[in-house]
């Protein structure tokens, strides 16, 4: 039987702090779409660790929540620009079009996922034509999508050179806890002039369900709307807020991104394949042959081969210290 344990830190169980929590707002009536106490301690619970004044609202999943905060930043015939490996350039299926009804995406480079000053400055400087959608947002993602983090002050400087130019910015946070693990302060986020924020759930270890944090309350204005529309306004939205109560209150969430990414830290020690990208969080990326993987999978282990051509190998928050070294011996064995 295949092993999943490191195909995606979205094959994980869910958090036992979350399913508790899940547990106990299963009780009794609430009222529905968001206007329930539940929902309301979440949202309390996410502008306390992000020490920030901002609307809330949570959804089923990183997709919808990306495409619809950046249909909210764009018009039909504008674009948002992010890194051309980013989840809603490679991995959304067209969604933020969909959703933004045309708004059209511009690919910057950069190492291991961070756009690089310079691309962003390249692509600000292009006038506006008629025959091209013109940027009116950034969008960024910490942790990226090779669990590279960005620096509070090279995440600063692209918000600010963003800004300086009247864009949006969006940020995807599907990661997030990962980056915070690592040393990243979330309570920047907001004080740098991020607009919408989205704060992964599901792959932090609750069941499906992510926030979208919207600093700027003028963006706010029939949102729900929006939401409707796009079917991610769940009516009985309690249970998408429970599980950020359960892994917000005490701290679960950091504990549980540290511990998916120390074990990325020790799978990158005992992994004979060269890294491609540095483990900065719960993400190893590495080099290997299409002949090697595919022995890697008849060996019972499952691997994606990533965007950029290497295999990756993703820990959570459920990883164990055995199965990281039952690993490292499988891996080593295929190149023996």
Request: net charge neutral; proline share 5%; charged share 10%.
């Given at each position: 039987m295949a092993r999943y344990d490191?195909?995606?830190?979205?094959?994980?169980?869910?958090?036992?702090?979350?399913?508790?929590?899940?547990?106990?707002?299963?009780v009794g009536y609430a009222s529905g779409y968001g206007s329930d106490p539940v929902t309301a301690q979440a949202a309390d619970l996410i502008r306390a660790w992000l020490d920030a004044d901002a609307e809330v609202r949570f959804v089923a999943s990183g997709t919808a929540a990306n495409a619809v905060s950046l249909a909210a930043l764009c018009r039909p015939f504008e674009a948002v620009a992010a890194h051309e490996h980013a989840h809603i350039a490679t991995d959304e299926a067209g969604?933020?079009?969909?959703?933004g009804q045309g708004l059209g995406l511009?690919?910057?480079?950069?190492?291991?996922g961070r756009i690089e000053a310079a691309a962003l400055g390249e692509a600000l400087a292009q006038p506006d034509v008629s025959y091209r959608q013109a940027i009116a947002a950034l969008s960024l993602t910490n942790a990226?999508?090779?669990?590279?983090?960005?620096?509070?002050?090279?995440?600063?400087?692209?918000?600010?050179?963003?800004?300086a130019k009247g864009l949006g910015?969006?940020?995807d946070g599907a990661r997030l806890a990962n980056a915070a693990a690592a040393g990243f302060d979330v309570?920047?986020?907001a004080r740098f002039g991020v607009d919408i924020l989205v704060v992964g759930g599901t792959k932090a270890g609750m069941p499906p369900t992510e926030a979208v944090v919207i600093f700027d309350r003028t963006l706010a204005r029939r949102f729900d709307i929006r939401l409707k529309q796009a079917g991610q306004l769940p009516s009985k939205g309690r249970f998408f807020a429970a599980p950020f109560v359960g892994m917000l209150r005490d701290g679960a969430l950091l504990r549980h991104a540290a511990q998916a990414n120390a074990m990325a830290q020790r799978l990158a020690a005992g992994q004979p394949f060269r890294l491609v990208h540095p483990v900065e969080t719960n993400g190893v990326f590495v080099e290997m042959d299409e002949a090697t993987l595919q022995r890697l999978w008849e060996a019972g282990w499952f691997a994606y081969r990533f965007t950029d051509g290497s295999v990756r190998f993703m820990c959570s928050w459920a990883t164990t210290a055995e199965a990281v070294d039952n690993l490292c011996a499988?891996?080593?064995?295929?190149?023996a």
């Open positions: 490191f195909a995606s830190d979205n094959a994980a169980p869910a958090a036992p702090e979350a399913m508790a929590a899940v547990a106990a707002a299963n969604a933020p079009g969909f959703f511009v690919a910057l480079r950069g190492a291991s990226t999508e090779y669990g590279a983090v960005y620096s509070a002050d090279a995440l600063g400087a692209l918000v600010g050179a963003a800004k910015v969006h940020l309570k920047q986020i499988v891996l080593r064995g295929l190149t």
